[in-house]
């Protein structure tokens, strides 16, 4: 099975907004019953089956680093059974995941209001 390859170009969503790549957006998901409105940048969509949009969403992470090294933690490499855990520093780290919606809802961050918001949903 081949990976979904994006394709960076302008998408109208249902309002009729034109996003460009690159455009700060607002977008929906939706899981197990909740509704959760996300900020993220518009990259593309995917066209395999269906048109898919495509966000990049800037979130944090807690990661465990070896006490007082830049080393990264792994369960696999340090630790020992019947030994103790090694002590650990946590740090907050920046990354970017890339989601791929279901549904398309997509909208331009700029000029949106909250009673505009309140329709969307």
């Not at 966000?55 to 992470?61: F, W, Y």
């Not at 006490?67 to 059974?81: A, E, I, L, M, N």
């Amino acid at each position: 099975m081949s990976k979904a390859q994006r394709k960076v170009e302008p998408w109208t969503n249902s309002e009729g907004q034109v996003i460009n790549p690159g455009d700060k957006v607002v977008f929906f998901t939706r899981c197990t019953g909740y509704t959760s409105a996300h900020i993220g940048k518009y990259l593309g969509f995917t066209d395999n089956y269906s048109k898919r949009v495509q966000i990049a969403i800037p979130s944090t992470r807690i990661v465990s680093y070896l006490k007082g090294t830049d080393t990264r933690f792994s369960w696999k490499y340090h630790y020992v059974p019947g030994k103790p855990i090694p002590e650990m520093d946590y740090r907050d780290e920046s990354y970017v995941r890339i989601s791929t919606l279901n549904d398309n809802k997509v909208y331009l961050y700029e000029g949106l209001t909250v009673e505009k918001l309140v329709d969307l949903v």
